[in-house]
């Protein structure tokens, strides 16, 4: 079994910065797919981004591009995804994908992961 523990919830003024977390337990393999998504009630979970966990190559979405980053710690299999200048846009819930299903869906952005985490709430407000 693979499990991905999710925190880093909170609430932040616009243009403020916020820092999720994704422990990834269990055998996911020695090289996988990573993924970030968000849901907003109502809506269509999208991606935010994905990489790889060899770091061979990430994709992001145009409207968090060049505000957002990701990194990891590999020897504790972390992965954080550093967001910066949000926007209220921003604000939904954020859930954490580990495991490729289909690499043509994954590096198009589509949720075609195996593993996620519980969702962690961002909030963005004045």
């Known amino acids: 079994q693979v499990q991905l523990v999710e925190s880093g919830a909170g609430s932040v003024q616009p243009g403020g910065s916020l820092r999720l977390s994704c422990v990834v337990s269990g055998d996911a393999g020695e090289w996988y797919y990573v993924g970030w998504f968000r849901q907003v009630p109502g809506k269509e979970r999208e991606g935010v981004v994905v990489?790889?966990?060899?770091?061979?190559?990430?994709t992001w979405a145009r409207s968090v591009e060049g505000r957002f980053t990701v990194f990891q710690d590999t020897a504790k299999k972390t992965f954080f995804l550093q967001m910066n200048r949000l926007k209220p846009g921003d604000t939904a819930m954020y859930y954490c994908?580990?495991?490729?299903?289909?690499?043509?869906?994954?590096?198009?952005?589509?949720?075609?992961?195996?593993?996620w985490g519980q969702g962690t709430q961002v909030t963005v407000a004045s």
């Open positions: 994908a580990a495991v490729c299903r289909y690499i043509a869906g994954c590096l198009a952005l589509r949720p075609d992961f195996v593993y």
């Open positions: 990489t790889h966990n060899s770091n061979i190559t990430t």
